[in-house]
Nanobody, 124 residues
Framework: QVQLVESGGGLVQAGGSLRLSCAAS????????MGWFRQAPGKEREFVAA????????YHIDSVKGRFTISRDNAKNTMFLQIDSLRPEDTAVYYC?????????????????WGQGTQVTVSS
């Protein structure tokens, strides 16, 4: 089993920045892909970014490219999402997820483990 705990969300003004963290514990092996998803009120859960175990491969959706950066520190079993130039439309609950393997899946059904989510609210 893998446990994931997100932190770092909050209320920020448009144009501001946040750094989300996802701490992993349990049976983490060196073949886990991790990802970030978000869900706004009344909308489906949306893939944001994913990263392979070594951190050498990442993928971000077009709407966040240049503003969001996914990274990980395996020595600390922690994944990050640096969010810059925040927009009101980025308001959502942000979830981290993990699955075994090497493919950077973009669908939430492909991930086996989930955190509880952290709220990001961007005011205009």
């Amino acid at each position: 089993q893998v446990q994931l705990v997100e932190s770092g969300g909050g209320l920020v003004q448009a144009g501001g920045s946040l750094r989300l963290s996802c701490a992993a514990s349990g049976q983490i092996y060196n073949s886990y892909v991790m990802g970030w998803f978000r869900q706004a009120p009344g909308k489906e859960r949306e893939f944001v970014a994913a990263i392979n175990w070594s951190g050498t491969s990442t993928y971000h959706i077009d709407s966040v490219k240049g503003r969001f950066t996914i990274s990980r520190d395996n020595a600390k079993n922690t994944m990050f999402l640096q969010i810059d130039s925040l927009r009101p439309e980025d308001t959502a609950v942000y979830y981290c997820a993990a699955r075994s393997g090497v493919v950077l899946y973009t669908v939430y059904t492909a991930y086996d483990y989930w955190g509880q989510g952290t709220q990001v609210t961007v005011s205009s």
